[in-house]
């Protein structure tokens, strides 16, 4: 009996360390997803997007380990010695310093189409959910609001539609059509506007918009941004499953793999632009990467973050799947600081509004 259970024991034993040295190797590979380029390994960006749970399964065998006095404790604690620099982009323990002054108030907010749905939220329709929006982004009192996945009946009736909602407000946008109406990025500012601009993106229906503004004296760039979508809809595959489980696999893996590599041409042009650029930039928007991407480190070089800054709590913008996802972000040059960021938990879309107040 001794035999057998020592024998039960080791192959228990080595198990745990097989799996830790997964877990391990995983986690390193989500600290190394962000040099990597995904047009040339779309698959690394996989391992930055599940940073979280990785991380937790890591401090789970940590602590598995612990109990059981495991010398292999060693593996997942050498892993997760890199996180303690990494958890700040995702959650934030420390309350923010207090400074004088309100800043540049900005919001960034993907506003779904207006399509959530109206049973969930016991709203009529698509406009209904509209003038939810517009109740709560008027209440914000914003210097600067950012709309991705505008959406509306007749391209002709915005601008009207628009002063009429946000009196005082310039507006600048741009949209496609397609055959329930029309659909972009809206900017909307209090500030005088001194130009404005658009970037396509090739063979996708995503874009940004950029907006120079006179602030106080200073002229400022304000990029809107609306980065390629991963074009799934988790109700949808799981439909799908029932039917056919090995082509849903397929297809989910080709529509990821292809937004996968899509985005970082889509940086290019955005960074190229700001490079052109003779003013400083400010870049908001829906990245649809987290803040352990390619994209992230590209975007936000030279660039400070809100929530890094002044964020509390948790960052995820994601509604649906909170909170592992932050893929929502406003970030500025370096000469400014920020007062104030915060992430209301509003459920007129799928993700959640970002807000931030900026000062020089």
């Not at 006095?69 to 620099?85: E, G, K, Q, V, Y």
């Not at 709203?123 to 509209?130: I, K, S």
């Not at 590599?261 to 960074?271: D, H, T």
Request: with cysteine; aromatic share 12%; hydrophobic share 40%.
């Amino acid at each position: 009996m001794k035999g057998k259970d020592k024998k039960r024991v080791g192959l228990l034993g080595w198990t745990s360390r097989a799996l830790m040295l997964v877990a391990a190797g995983c986690l390193v590979l989500s600290y190394l997803s962000v040099f990597v380029n995904p047009a040339k390994a779309w698959f690394m960006t996989l391992f930055g997007l599940f940073f979280v749970p990785l991380l937790l399964l890591n401090v789970f065998l940590l602590v598995w380990a612990a109990v059981r006095r495991s010398r292999a404790i060693l593996i997942p604690l050498l892993a997760l010695i890199p996180a303690f620099f990494l958890t700040g982009r995702f959650i934030q323990f420390t309350e923010p310093e207090e400074t004088a002054g309100d800043g540049i108030k900005i919001v960034s907010y993907n506003v779904g189409r207006f399509a959530l749905s109206a049973k969930r939220l016991h709203l009529e329709n698509r406009q209904a959910c509209a003038d939810s929006v517009f109740r709560f982004l008027r209440a914000q009192q914003a210097d600067i609001i950012c709309l991705q996945e505008f959406h509306w009946r007749d391209a002709g009736e915005i601008k009207a539609r628009l002063a009429k909602e946000f009196p005082g407000y310039n507006a600048e946008y741009f949209v496609f059509t397609d055959p329930s109406g029309c659909y972009g990025n809206v900017t909307l500012s209090r500030f005088p506007s001194r130009g404005k601009g658009k970037l396509d993106f090739d063979k996708s229906s995503n874009l940004a918009i950029w907006s120079e503004y006179d602030v106080d004296g200073t002229r400022m760039r304000v990029y809107n941004c609306h980065f390629q979508s991963y074009n799934i809809s988790f109700s949808r595959i799981l439909r799908a499953l029932r039917s056919d489980y090995k082509q849903t696999v397929r297809d989910t893996e080709e529509r990821m793999k292809a937004s996968i590599i899509l985005r970082p041409e889509q940086v290019n042009a955005v960074l190229n632009d700001i490079a052109g650029a003779p003013v400083p930039s400010v870049i908001t928007g829906d990245f649809n990467d987290n803040p352990l991407s390619y994209t992230y480190r590209r975007l936000s070089h030279g660039r400070k973050d809100s929530f890094v800054e002044a964020g509390k709590g948790s960052g995820a913008t994601y509604a649906l799947l909170r909170p592992f996802l932050r893929i929502d972000y406003i970030l500025y040059p370096d000469a400014y600081h920020a007062v104030a960021h915060q992430v209301p938990h509003c459920r007129y879309s799928d993700h959640y509004p970002v807000i931030a107040s900026i000062q020089p």
